[in-house]
């Protein structure tokens, strides 16, 4: 089936650092979506893209769509203990519903 | 405005069992799906609803697996019976908009253990 490769799959930094992380994929997707999810909760969006080339900030968050439309990543920057989770992106196929998540990215912060 | 509501929360059976897992969507969402999550796998979709009706269950493992809808503000996930592969959490997700125009409001998860 569609794979998203995201990576890192874990990353331990100390708080202020800022965060990067991505996701590719062989296949062209139409959107990219960046979740996080807190232990024992299920995932809130986070950032959504719709352009190839589309650079989106949320606060401290930043993430862009790929020009080729395989790859997006996220980048967190300033990172508080708060920002501990687990990050997915999403992506979804084009001329289909289907919306498929990539591995995560688990963040732990250290004070 | 109450979010998804998933139950039960947690649930632990024994292989062989029936297992029946609910969902709640929001409030005037269209669309509804059914992820299940491992460490192994990760975030897999197993089917979704539009309307009530089921678009693709093509993410459905297996026919021990079946999923209704059978109005707009209720579904279920049943699982019968039930094998301790199926152990993951389960989590219900609605939204306006297929996915390309909006996003996906997802359930606490329900966290099924089949010993």
């Known amino acids: 089936g569609q794979q998203l490769n995201q990576s890192p799959q874990s990353m331990f930094i100390q708080e202020g650092e800022d965060v990067s992380m991505n996701c590719t994929s062989s296949?062209?997707?139409?959107?990219w979506l960046w979740y996080k999810q807190d232990p024992g909760e299920g995932p809130v969006l986070l950032i959504a893209?719709?352009?190839?080339?589309e650079l989106t900030s949320n606060g401290r968050l930043t993430a862009q769509f790929g020009i080729t439309r395989k790859d997006s990543f996220l980048n967190i920057s300033a990172s508080i203990p708060s920002d501990v989770g687990i990050y997915f992106c999403?992506?979804?196929?084009?001329?289909?519903?289907?919306?498929?998540f990539g591995t995560g990215t688990r963040l732990q912060v250290f004070p | 405005d109450a979010g998804v509501i998933q139950s039960p929360r947690h649930e632990v059976t024994e292989m062989g069992q029936e297992v029946t897992l609910r969902c709640k969507p929001i409030?005037?969402?269209?669309?509804l799906f059914w992820y299940r999550q491992t460490m192994m796998r990760g975030l897999e979709l197993l089917i979704y609803?539009?309307?009530?009706?089921?678009i693709d269950d093509s993410g459905m493992p297996e026919d021990r697996f079946s999923a209704k809808m059978p109005n707009a503000s209720f579904s279920t996930l049943k699982i019968q019976p039930s094998e301790p592969r199926d152990s993951a959490v389960y989590f219900c997700?609605?939204?306006?908009?297929?996915w390309g125009t909006g996003e996906l409001f997802f359930g606490e998860g329900s966290r099924l253990t089949v010993l």
């Open positions: 409030s005037g969402h269209d669309y």
């Open positions: 893209l719709y352009k190839a080339g």
């Open positions: 999403a992506g979804q196929l084009g001329n289909t519903d289907k919306l498929i």
């Open positions: 296949s062209i997707f139409n959107t």
């Open positions: 997700a609605s939204s306006f908009f297929s």
């Open positions: 609803f539009n309307n009530n009706v089921p």
